[in-house]
């Protein structure tokens, strides 16, 4: 029994003399009292540990229990040992941050609060500090929202003396970036198609991130119809594919495109919409000359106004449709080169103007309404979809009109006649003057007529033959003689004898001379002098008679 003695003695000071005040050692509890844990860890006296030494949740221990404890004394004034648990594990988790930092490690923490300068972060049940600056990869203007993130990060700066500990997650964040942008750049070439996540959206369209770095997908690229806001079609956050375009190194620019992704719809308008087809379409635009219809994205038609009613004539497209309207129309014409597509809306309704030449002979009378007037004539309705026009040199056989509604007016009731019909320009020419005789039918070229001067003007005189026909003698025409303007003995009013030397029959006026009438007389005066001079009668004398007469008339 002695000798067992001598053999715990001599253990138990082995044991004193290897343990060391302010070492950490294993203890093991032994008792359990209402002041705290009775820990054995080798020495002559068992320790206590306050229970206050331990948070709530560490407060369910059972004696055979391990711990590790800070040795402080081996024996108080009590005699027993000094212990602390909760030393223990501060300088533990001292440890722990001290062989992270020098081991570059990357850690797993938490970030619990917003501080002055940035937020704590809980690692190794210690908080350390991470400044805003390093919280992320940009600038995170609400630290708040970063409560109770999980974070991973590295221990940038060490004081153990000053208790200071500085981490950062930007470094792992910018490594990684790098990472991933040597790979990116490695594989990146263009026609590839990539997944990515929308950044940015700017005006001009918006950044892509491909995971180490950015593309640019222009607006022009996005869509392969119009794309007036770049935010109606794509929303930050978002994952997309979108197709390499174009990739420069040298400047680390990779230019993007989502419409690449599909076909261009102009490339098979003609066969998807030939000519003459039946097809359906929404109104995106309206303009002055017409209504831009999508049919698919990417691809418009044009419904010119021209194109919209047989019926009327439409001034403006929003008289007929609306933006968002659903319609209906006939593909006309399709220009695959200059990405455009005529539409017609009328075409899907019978064409009045079909049978328009036999419905309208020429030389037919009509009647219809003015429906309104234009400085070059009146145009008439015959019928809902066709209308014809009068030319205002179509309006009088005597008057020279400057503007239709000097005889006419809008919604009169008239009369016409048919001059021309042209079904295939969908056109019809009608005359109002043609209704009464052409004043110039029963005149002759070479005719000898009266005329009387209503106008004298620098080319000549204007002339009136009977109640609506007008004539004119030109200046060249007034005399054998070369004179610059017509001037007395020539007046307003006075009749005139002169020769008809052209008839427009089209505009019911002669173009007369009086130079051509003298000649035939002085021809008429030399036969009869001819005849006569048996009876000695002077030329000079029969010549004077005649022009002697010819003076008295004017």
Not at 13 to 39: F, P
Not at 334 to 352: A, D, M, T, V
Not at 389 to 400: F, G, M, Y
Request: hydrophobic share 40%; aromatic share 6%.
């Amino acid at each position: 029994m002695e000798r067992q003695n001598n053999w715990l003695e001599e253990a138990l000071k082995t044991s004193e003399e290897r343990s060391q005040e302010g070492d950490i050692v294993t203890g093991k509890i032994v008792g359990i009292t209402k002041d705290g844990l009775v820990v054995a860890v080798g020495l002559k006296s068992e320790g206590l540990i306050p229970i206050n030494d331990f948070d709530k949740d560490e407060q369910d221990f059972k004696i055979g229990d391990s711990l590790e404890v800070l040795l402080v004394r081996k024996e108080s004034k009590s005699g027993q040992a000094l212990l602390s648990y909760q030393q223990a594990r501060e300088i533990r988790r001292w440890d722990k941050l001290e062989q992270a930092y020098k081991q570059n490690a990357i850690l797993d923490g938490v970030i619990k609060r917003k501080v002055k300068g940035g937020v704590n972060v809980a690692v190794f049940d210690n908080e350390v500090f991470m400044p805003a600056s390093q919280v992320g990869l940009s600038y995170i203007k609400d630290l708040a929202t970063m409560i109770d993130q999980a974070v991973r990060v590295r221990i940038i700066k060490f004081d153990r003396m000053k208790m200071n500990v500085v981490v950062s997650q930007r470094v792992i964040l910018e490594e990684e970036m790098r990472h991933k942008k040597e790979i990116l750049w490695a594989e990146l070439q263009e026609g590839q198609v990539r997944k990515g996540w929308i950044k940015n959206i700017t005006e001009f369209g918006a950044f892509i991130d491909l995971g180490g770095s950015e593309g640019l997908l222009h607006i022009n690229d996005i869509s392969w119809g119009k794309v007036k806001k770049v935010s109606d079609i794509l929303k930050g956050g978002e994952e997309i594919e979108v197709k390499v375009l174009q990739v420069d190194r040298i400047n680390e620019k990779i230019a993007l495109g989502l419409k690449q992704l599909s076909q261009d719809p102009w490339l098979s308008v003609k066969q998807k919409y030939p000519v003459a087809a039946v097809v359906s379409g929404k109104v995106v635009s309206l303009a002055d000359f017409g209504a831009f219809v999508e049919l698919e994205e990417g691809l418009e038609g044009l419904i010119h106004v021209s194109e919209m009613s047989w019926v009327e004539y439409v001034k403006h497209p929003s008289k007929i449709m609306k933006v968002g309207d659903v319609v209906q129309a006939k593909v006309l014409a399709s220009e695959e080169e200059k990405r455009k597509l005529s539409l017609g809306l009328k075409q899907i309704q019978p064409n009045p103007w079909a049978n328009a030449a036999v419905k309208y002979k020429t030389g037919s009378r009509v009647t219809g309404v003015v429906s309104h007037l234009s400085p070059f004539g009146a145009f008439v309705k015959l019928e809902d979809g066709i209308e014809g026009l009068i030319h205002v040199s179509d309006l009088s056989w005597q008057e020279k009109i400057s503007h239709p509604k000097k005889i006419l007016k809008e919604n009169d009731k008239i009369e016409a006649l048919v001059l021309r019909v042209d079904a295939k320009e969908e056109k019809l020419s009608l005359g109002f003057k043609q209704l009464q005789e052409n004043p110039a039918a029963g005149y002759k070229v070479g005719e000898i007529i009266e005329a009387e001067i209503t106008e004298i003007v620098e080319q000549g005189l204007v002339v009136k033959v009977g109640p609506q026909l007008r004539g004119f003698i030109h200046i060249s025409q007034i005399t054998g003689e070369f004179v610059e303007k017509p001037t007395a003995p020539f007046k307003v009013g006075q009749i005139v004898t002169a020769k008809i030397v052209k008839i427009d029959a089209e505009e019911a006026k002669l173009s007369l001379s009086i130079k051509e009438y003298e000649k035939g007389v002085k021809k008429e005066t030399v036969a009869k002098y001819t005849k006569t001079s048996e009876q000695k009668v002077t030329f000079g004398d029969v010549l004077g008679d005649q022009l002697a007469k010819f003076r008295q008339k004017e």
